[in-house]
């Protein structure tokens, strides 16, 4: 979760959705150093949200699909269970409602 917190890895994440790019052809798409794209991509390579190739001197970095897969799971997860405690919280306000005679 703190992997994608930060708006510029949201950003980097989309931008190589798709495709694998250099940590200087991903920096092109932003006004930052390439020193501080590589350290965003480390964050998310070490979240298990990025792969990394080398390809003779360079590193080419694409997005986990299979990462991607384990986070949506969990928020699915996380906010099914939320809901359905609200789903909870509201029908028994509804029921103590009704049993009050309140038709609001």
């Known amino acids: ?15 190589i959705r798709g495709s694998e790019l250099s940590a200087g052809e991903i920096a092109s798409h932003f006004d930052v150093t390439r020193p501080a ?21 360079r590193r080419l970095y694409q997005s986990r699909p299979e ?3 384990e986070l949506t799971a969990f928020l699915d997860e996380f906010w099914s269970d ?3 405690v609200l789903k909870n919280v509201s029908d028994a ?3 103590r409602r009704q049993d009050n005679g309140d038709d609001r």
């Open 67 to 69: 990462g991607l897969a």
């Open 1 to 15: 979760m703190r992997a994608i917190a930060e708006p510029r890895r949201l950003e980097i994440l989309r931008v």
């Open 82 to 84: 939320r809901l359905s």
């Open 93 to 95: 306000k509804e029921r």
């Open 37 to 57: 794209i590589s350290q965003h991509l480390r964050v998310l390579s070490d979240a298990g949200l990025v792969s990394v190739r080398k390809a003779g001197t």
